[in-house]
């Protein structure tokens, strides 16, 4: 079944392997176990539902929550040829009765719908004709109180296990707390559900937070280095959206607006000329975003901070969708705090909420306050929010990491002192009152509670509240410092704190290293590598063929091919059909819509600028990029089992995982101990014949081996041979 989905995917989306969780995810909706499937942004969870759709046969019904977000994924999957309708208010009624017709004679194999059509009576007799087994809900985060966009009428879609028994439902989402994926459980009252949870991390994301200052200038610098891409700039009030679009107008940038205080058609017209590329840069509020699927924004601005980590975390989410490198900028001001707290507030008093809110509310803002104060790797302190370690000792893909801020001498004397205060003051206060003491500020209530008596009034008080609040919350992120989670956080030592006051335990505080020019910037890997061996004019040229066959067709650039496709064919210059086959993200139908026109401009550009085709030694982009590994006691555990000749299947039972990690822990023991045979896991003759493909095509890509073997051959099977092959660890 896993082959044929291969097959499947390979022949319709051109890839050439799973991502970390997809078979998993695909094999629970093929054996109709209700799922929840939680990854990134980019880390492909359509595909989950959409492959086993065709491979199943009959209707699979996808429930989203906006008409953009479906008209994007049907034309997607048109474009792969792959038969998928959406059912929604913009079709006339001759439309949807052919529309449902086609669903009744079992024409269709995706069906996009609503949350309120889905419970209409009409509907679920159709899904009832047409013997619809599986539910697939997009966005699922919209059904939690907890999640960061809740939307009341995703919580009608608590009654699809009961209006259709038997049926299997499953959730997909990018953003999703522990709390967050318990609550979609129970509201879709999942059962014994398969919870999948990705890496959260998108090293392909710079994350930069800067002190807010100039923010004109600030904003110009940023838009400086990413020249001609597309951009979202965030900003807290609708207000601040008209007043930034005004400058950058006034600047010479093409620039649109976007608020919710808009007439519907003037965001309807504004969101498509961002989808479609006729418009590159947004200055919108939070309410744009989820109807976003363009894959080529290069860069994210936050003018002010956003109201939660998750919130963050699904907004620079929409950069970089393709995998390819992009830039997420913060611009962090103390006042944010204050101001999203009067917002909270008013709201809790203005609306009829439950009890939890506000606390829960202030308690997500102060997450995210701690977050661009920190001075921990910016990915490190961001999987860590969603209970994730991060492995790698620097991410090369943030300012902590890039060097854009620097250590604060006499560190460790400054963290004695805070710690010291906190002790002081009998573990009982907040950070500003922290603050207040050390600075030796003498207001009513410092001098009401005799704190300007202590020995550590006063110890900072050449320093700035806002400077003191930022290394705070800099020990808070390292640990040695604890703030409580209460309706008022208080300030509390641990064993870690002692440490420091004793000298034992070493820290360090950052501050913005202060340049010239702060639109100068050191690049991080993933900004270096994307761009290895492409033919940049080439890239630029294919660029705009896509941009007029786009206008021609209506369908958004990116549904015809991805910014990553189109710098592999940039890279690697194919000459013919055959070539343009390996290509990642061409499947059959592309091939045989845009191959002639493809191959056309490739043999022009290289006739004109004497540049070679069949760029044989291009890097090729990993087809399955996978978390990095650890050694950790599964690992060493799988090793040890294949190297005593246990079978797949055996080390998956022992060791708990997917047939997909443990592969990979088959590939490491064999590169590390480079056994003599692999005959338990691979056929001889077999072996023989995969060895050859390899010797004749290369170990550059798995794509073109299987092909050459009739793909007849598992992509599994493959990979094991290959390991094999390779010089070693």
Not at 9 to 30: C, N, S, T, Y
Not at 387 to 416: K, N, R, T
Not at 469 to 487: A, P
Request: charged share 25%.
């Amino acid at each position: 079944m896993i082959d044929e989905l291969q097959k499947l995917v390979r022949k319709h989306w051109g890839h050439p392997a799973f991502r970390p969780l997809q078979e998993d995810a695909m094999r629970a909706v093929i054996e109709r176990r209700d799922s929840l499937l939680v990854l990134p942004t980019g880390g492909g969870k359509s595909l989950c539902y959409q492959a086993p759709a065709v491979l199943l046969g009959g209707t699979t019904v996808v429930i989203s929550p906006l008409i953009s977000l479906m008209k994007d994924q049907v034309d997607g999957l048109q474009a792969c040829g792959i038969p998928a309708v959406q059912i929604d208010s913009s079709l006339s009624p001759s439309e949807r009765f052919a529309y449902e017709q086609d669903v009744r004679d079992g024409a269709v194999r995706l069906l996009f719908v609503s949350p309120e059509r889905l419970m209409n009576p009409d509907f679920c007799n159709l899904c009832r004709q047409a013997q619809v087994k599986t539910f697939a809900i997009d966005e699922a985060h919209c059904i939690s109180h907890w999640g960061h966009d809740f939307r009341p009428e995703y919580r009608m879609l608590s009654r699809i296990k009961e209006i259709f028994p038997g049926s299997s439902v499953h959730g997909y989402t990018a953003t999703a707390t522990q709390q967050v994926r318990d609550d979609i459980c129970k509201q879709l009252a999942l059962t014994n559900p398969l919870v999948l949870v990705g890496n959260f991390d998108r090293p392909n994301l710079t994350y930069r937070v800067l002190r807010r200052s100039d923010v004109e200038r600030q904003i110009l610098d940023i838009l400086a280095r990413h020249k001609g891409e597309a951009g979202i700039i965030y900003c807290l009030r609708r207000r601040d959206v008209d007043d930034t679009a005004a400058m950058l107008k006034m600047s010479g940038h093409k620039v649109m607006p976007y608020h919710a205080g808009m007439e519907p058609h003037e965001r309807k017209r504004v969101q498509e000329a961002f989808i479609n590329e006729e418009c590159d840069l947004i200055v919108a509020t939070v309410a744009f975003g989820m109807g976003i699927d363009r894959s080529n924004i290069r860069f994210i601005i936050h003018a002010s901070m956003p109201k939660s980590v998750e919130h963050y975390q699904q907004e620079t989410g929409r950069a970089g969708r393709d995998g390819l490198e992009a830039e997420c900028v913060l611009l962090h001001s103390g006042q944010d705090v204050m101001t999203w707290q009067a917002i909270l507030q008013k709201s809790a008093q203005e609306n009829d909420v439950s009890p939890e809110f506000l606390p829960g509310a202030l308690k997500h803002l102060n997450d995210m306050d701690q977050y661009a104060r920190g001075a921990v790797c910016r990915h490190r302190a961001l999987v860590g929010y969603f209970g994730q370690a991060y492995a790698e000792p620097s991410c090369a893909a943030c300012d902590i990491c890039l060097g854009d801020v620097e250590v604060v001498p006499a560190a460790l004397v400054i963290a004695q002192k805070i710690l010291s205060c906190v002790a002081r003051v009998n573990e009982r206060y907040g950070v500003g009152h922290v603050i207040s003491v050390v600075r030796g500020e003498q207001t009513e209530r410092v001098k009401s509670l005799q704190h300007d008596q202590l020995s550590t009034f006063g110890l900072l008080k050449e320093h700035s509240k806002q400077v003191i609040r930022d290394w705070i919350f800099q020990l808070i992120g390292q640990g040695v410092l604890v703030q409580t989670q209460d309706e008022y956080p208080i300030l509390k030592l641990n064993l870690a704190s002692w440490e420091v006051m004793k000298g034992k335990q070493k820290i360090n505080l950052v501050q913005p290293v202060h340049k010239e020019k702060s639109g100068s910037v050191k690049q991080s890997k993933a900004d270096v590598t994307s761009w290895e061996g492409v033919e940049r004019n080439l890239f630029e040229m294919l660029r705009a063929w896509r941009f007029e066959l786009a206008k021609q067709t209506g369908k958004p650039p990116y549904v015809i091919f991805s910014d990553e496709t189109l710098r592999q064919l940039a890279r690697v210059r194919p000459s013919n059909s055959e070539k343009l086959r390996y290509v990642y993200g061409i499947g059959d139908a592309k091939l045989r819509t845009y191959g002639s026109m493809v191959l056309s401009i490739i043999r022009e550009y290289c006739e004109e600028h004497g540049v070679s085709m069949e760029n044989d030694s291009a890097p090729a982009p990993d087809p399955a990029p996978r978390a990095a590994k650890q050694m950790n006691a599964t690992r060493a555990l799988a090793i040890q089992l294949f190297r005593q000749g246990s079978a797949i299947e055996d080390v998956m039972h022992q060791t708990g995982r997917s047939r997909s990690t443990v592969l990979d822990y088959l590939c490491d023991y064999i590169r590390l101990d480079k056994p003599a045979s692999i005959e338990t896991w691979v056929a001889k003759d077999l072996y023989e014949r995969i060895a050859a493909a390899v010797k004749q095509h290369g170990a550059g890509r798995l794509k073109p081996i299987f092909l050459a073997l009739s793909a007849k051959v598992s992509y599994d099977e493959i990979r094991v041979v290959m390991a094999h092959l390779s010089p070693g660890a």
